[in-house]
């Protein structure tokens, strides 16, 4: 494991105020309302079992082509976050609620009734929560397990930042097969971007979950679009890959209303294409990197191809 040794002044950006007056979407941006069959059945899974999807949540751009496809990306722990990110339109606040103890099995159930071969499981921020809601975690992920063996499992966790650092240990023991957290900009954006964060924090969380357990994949994303430059990603991915981190996601930044953190430009698809290229070249096994990319877009095809760069990386067949 390389050491994570990194100047905390590197990245010159100064943060940007949120922008209200958005740049007109260009056409590879636009995509199909949601319907249709398959988007009602897995919606109706979701209401019957009383759970709280980030595709919602989040007003995620793909949940029309995700859901008809019956996949679907569970957000546990509540659906208020007590961090106020200001590209996030999930509803910030104190928690009005303990967790629920009983929500681990009805995401289980919900798995089982998809018939996934994959999962993300993420959630909100719960720094009101000793553990972060790490306990949390892993009983969902075992729950899963429990009835859906077959199942891969991917998390999409928070930081943990307010907690003592062995309730991540809770975590990795639980054994999913990718561990994600989201760096979501560069570091000279995130007084702005990111307030409640401390980026290098999350590069050494990441860090030490390779620690914990080699074997375990490693994911993080950004987005483009908030008032970064070319050269702060490519030192984010330097950064990653002193982390050790086996995937890396890259989207465009998107506003959900006009109070948050406006879009500086829309980066077009050459740009993401460049970038893509760039990350192949600095090491990661897996790159996704397009204006639609999120952390959970077709996530399950993404993870069998990891498994497979990984063997080839190793000499195996």
């Known amino acids: 494991m390389r050491d994570l040794k990194i100047p905390e002044q590197r990245h010159p950006e100064k943060a940007r105020k949120p922008d209200n007056a958005q740049p007109k979407k260009p056409s590879w941006i636009r995509v199909k309302a949601p319907g249709g069959q398959g988007y009602a059945e897995t919606a109706k899974i979701m209401r019957d079992n009383k759970l709280v999807t980030v595709c919602e949540e989040a007003g995620c751009p793909n949940v029309g082509e995700c859901w008809s496809q019956g996949h679907a990306t569970m957000m546990i722990m509540g659906e208020v976050c007590t961090r106020a990110c200001t590209f996030c339109n999930i509803a910030t606040g104190k928690p009005p609620e303990d967790l629920d103890v009983f929500e681990p099995g009805r995401v289980a159930d919900a798995v089982a009734k998809l018939g996934l071969n994959h999962v993300v499981i993420t959630s909100v921020d719960r720094d009101d929560i ?188």
């Open 130 to 317: 000793k553990d972060g809601g790490a306990e949390h975690f892993a009983q969902t992920i075992r729950a899963i397990r429990k009835r859906s063996p077959d199942t891969t499992i991917e998390i999409l966790t928070p930081d943990f930042i307010r907690c003592d650092s062995s309730v991540l240990e809770v975590v990795v023991e639980a054994r999913p097969d990718v561990f994600n957290h989201n760096l979501e900009t560069v570091p000279g954006l995130y007084p702005e971007v990111r307030p409640g964060a401390r980026y290098f924090h999350s590069l050494r969380l990441l860090q030490r979950v390779k620690e914990l357990d080699p074997s375990m994949f490693t994911k993080s994303g950004i987005m483009v679009g908030l008032g970064e430059d070319r050269q702060s990603v490519i030192q984010v991915m330097e950064d990653m890959r002193a982390a050790d981190i086996d995937f890396l996601t890259i989207g465009q930044y998107l506003q959900p209303t006009p109070k948050h953190h406006g879009v500086d430009r829309f980066v077009h698809p050459d740009e993401f294409a460049a970038y893509e290229k760039a990350a192949y070249g600095k090491g990661f096994l897996m790159v996704s990197a397009t204006p639609l990319t999120r952390s959970s877009y077709h996530a399950g095809d993404d993870f069998a191809q990891l498994r497979v760069a990984r063997n080839k990386k190793l000499g195996m067949s």
